[in-house]
């Protein structure tokens, strides 16, 4: 029990380190990073879902798919003029969807399916930061990074896991999800959010290029989505019988099960930001 809650703490010191180091610094640590996690993600979902009877998805394009997509948001984001970066990505689209006629599987319609829910689930997300990292000005040809908003959807994520787990350790009692997640509860959660709202305070106080009440909602747009993303994960997992998404990081499994809630707390926090903007 000590040496696996050891093990935890190291990887996961190792892991924020790592997340929050090539963040910060600076475009090119970002882009490789998080173009390395979404292969891993996708290779890890790719990987599941092809243990299931009569699906066999092309692993190596959809994770090429991701990758692909991921710096083609991440190089418009440097220069939004450049659109045509997304053509050879519609090639591998059309590619993943012509091949089924010719690769003759038991069930190319599963195949379709699970290839484009790689696409859409976990590579869009991700290739999504870069809408949050890269900030146009007007006076400027090419975009600027800014780091502060894609950390702080993980800084709000951690603060609303930790929060929550106390918060429920010490008062839970409702359960929120009961069928996809027994352990979460509704005084947990509610935790997290005020935690998350202490640290938009923070946030806002140390980085003022939003007002206050935007940062706020930024937190409560994290916290809401976050959990819906850790439950559609859970249920995921419990739709094909296992417990980790894979065991890449000692003590935490895999890249999925670490990322979970930002898969759907990032395109949310773009929604969100981009409404905010139009008033």
């Known amino acids: 029990m000590k040496s696996n809650f050891l093990q935890?703490?190291?990887?996961?010191?190792?892991?924020?380190?790592?997340?929050?180091g090539c963040i910060v610094g600076g475009a090119v640590s970002f882009g490789?990073?998080?173009?390395?996690?979404?292969?891993l993600a996708i290779n890890e979902f790719c990987n599941l879902v092809n243990h299931v009877e009569g699906i066999q998805v092309n692993?190596?394009?959809c994770i090429l798919s991701g990758i692909f997509l991921f710096l083609c948001f991440f190089y418009f984001g440097i220069d939004p003029s450049q659109t045509g970066i997304f053509l050879p990505y519609l090639a591998l689209f059309i590619y993943l969807m012509v091949s089924e006629l010719y690769l003759?599987?038991?069930?190319?319609?599963?195949?379709w399916a699970y290839a484009m829910l790689s696409q859409m689930y976990i590579a869009l997300p991700f290739a999504l930061l870069n809408v949050l990292a890269f900030h146009s000005d007007e006076t400027a040809s090419l975009s600027q990074y800014n780091a502060i908003l894609p950390l702080s959807i993980f800084i709000f994520n951690w603060v609303n896991d930790t929060g929550a787990y106390c918060t429920g350790m010490l008062f839970g009692k409702h359960k929120l999800f009961e069928r996809i997640s027994p352990k979460k509860s509704w005084e947990g959660s509610i935790g997290?959010?005020?935690?998350?709202?202490?640290?938009?305070?923070l946030?806002?106080?140390?980085?003022?290029f939003m007002s206050t009440g935007v940062w706020i909602g930024l937190a409560l747009t994290v916290v809401v989505f976050g959990t819906w993303g850790?439950?559609?994960?859970s249920l995921l997992k419990r739709r094909l019988g296992i417990k980790d998404s894979g065991n890449i990081l000692p003590g935490h499994g895999g890249m999925l099960d670490r990322f979970d809630s930002a898969i759907l707390a990032i395109p949310a926090a773009v929604v969100y930001l981009y409404v905010v903007s139009l008033f």
């Open 8 to 20: 935890r703490a190291i990887t996961g010191i190792i892991f924020v380190a790592v997340l929050i």
């Open 32 to 39: 490789i990073l998080f173009a390395i996690i979404s292969a």
């Open 59 to 61: 692993k190596r394009i």
């Open 104 to 111: 003759k599987k038991e069930n190319p319609l599963n195949n």
């Open 192 to 201: 997290g959010g005020i935690f998350c709202i202490i640290a938009s305070f």
């Open 203 to 208: 946030l806002s106080h140390f980085f003022p």
């Open 230 to 233: 850790d439950l559609t994960e």
